[in-house]
């Protein structure tokens, strides 16, 4: 393990970013980090340590995409838009996901038999009940992840590569997509700490530092120095934000923060307590890249966290439809009675910004 990361994912230093409340008593609490650089990889602002490495998770998808375009793998095989949002996605496994991966798939002459991620039921609770209504058992194609194993196989497919092993992290595909990471974070492969992803596929470890500049490059391609990959990056961005319920799916933080958006900013959760987003310039603000994780892995808090800075950032309002069901979702008893909040922290709320 690189002496230079350090692998605890909290530090004391990482302050209260949510609380959630119950008769107005604070009855929980989420500590973590975040991180916002700009586009020249300066940190304009941070609470918590943000130098600690972390598993960036799902989070970071559209960097591991990256090597689907600059290969040219997405235009050989005409990769639509949709299946651009798909390999960034961790989808809902909805019939609109199954079926826009399965004829992705046997479009490049594979099919989800080849895929590494394995199955598992889908997030959405009515896909799930029809599976189960039909008789039918989850395929890997249910698979959240099953769009990014679909770019990682077109890659294959377009370069010659072998399609057997190629999600393990010695594959020439994920050190294509492990030297994409290296080049947005500004941190070498080498300083990474190379773990096991829930799909199989390899997962990271760096600086939430290094996460929120890749995001900058993000939101702000032009400043890039390679203009295959600021193309690639410009690219990604119109196909997430064009076709954010690809991205994840009825209800989720991702699809529905994004259509609130209105292509003002790229999002994405990741397991354990992760989001990121790429917001480009715009009203006096800066391109930003933001990067968040809660000490304990609390979706509840990261989609808190995340919803509060796109409010004060300015790119949606507290009041645009979606964005209160994650910045100040209630509390409720089993009958449907409001009990409580999840809400921002002091720490958050005061957070300084640039805006």
Request: glycine letters at 10%.
């Amino acid at each position: 393990m690189p002496e230079s990361l350090k692998i605890p994912v909290s530090s004391p230093a990482d302050p209260v970013l949510v609380e959630v409340t119950r008769a107005g008593l604070v009855e929980s609490r989420h500590s973590g980090a975040l991180c916002i650089a700009d586009s020249r990889g300066e940190i304009v602002a941070a609470l918590g340590d943000v130098e600690v490495a972390v598993f960036p998770r799902s989070s970071y998808k559209m960097l591991q995409a990256l090597p689907l375009i600059e290969t040219g793998a997405a235009d050989a095989f005409g990769v639509t838009d949709r299946e651009l949002a798909l390999a960034c996605a961790s989808h809902n496994g909805e019939p609109g996901h199954v079926e826009a991966v399965r004829g992705w798939l046997a479009r490049i002459g594979c099919s989800e038999d080849d895929l590494a991620c394995g199955a598992h039921r889908p997030y959405h609770e009515g896909s799930t009940d029809d599976l189960v209504r039909q008789g039918h058992a989850p395929r890997r194609a249910h698979n959240n992840c099953s769009g990014k194993h679909a770019g990682f196989l077109t890659v294959c497919r377009h370069l010659g590569l072998p399609i057997a092993g190629y999600a393990r992290p010695d594959h020439p595909v994920q050190r294509m997509a492990c030297d994409a990471i290296a080049g947005m974070t500004g941190i070498a492969a080498d300083a990474m700490v190379n773990g096991i992803d829930g799909c199989s596929a390899p997962a990271l470890a760096f600086p939430l530092s290094g996460l929120a500049r890749a995001f900058a490059g993000i939101a702000a391609p032009e400043t890039l120095a390679d203009g295959t990959r600021a193309a690639a990056v410009l690219r990604l961005y119109r196909a997430v934000t064009g076709e954010p319920w690809f991205v994840a799916g009825t209800g989720r933080s991702c699809t529905v923060l994004m259509q609130a958006a209105e292509g003002r900013a790229a999002l994405k959760t990741g397991a354990e307590g992760v989001f990121t987003a790429a917001i480009p310039a715009g009203d006096g603000r800066p391109a930003l890249g933001v990067a968040v994780k809660i000490a304990d892995g609390a979706t509840r808090a990261s989609e808190c966290v995340i919803s509060e800075l796109l409010v004060r950032l300015g790119v949606v309002t507290a009041d645009t439809e979606g964005v209160a069901d994650f910045r100040t979702p209630a509390i409720r008893s089993r009958a449907g009675e409001e009990a409580g909040a999840i809400r921002a922290a002091e720490a958050l709320s005061h957070l300084a910004l640039p805006v």
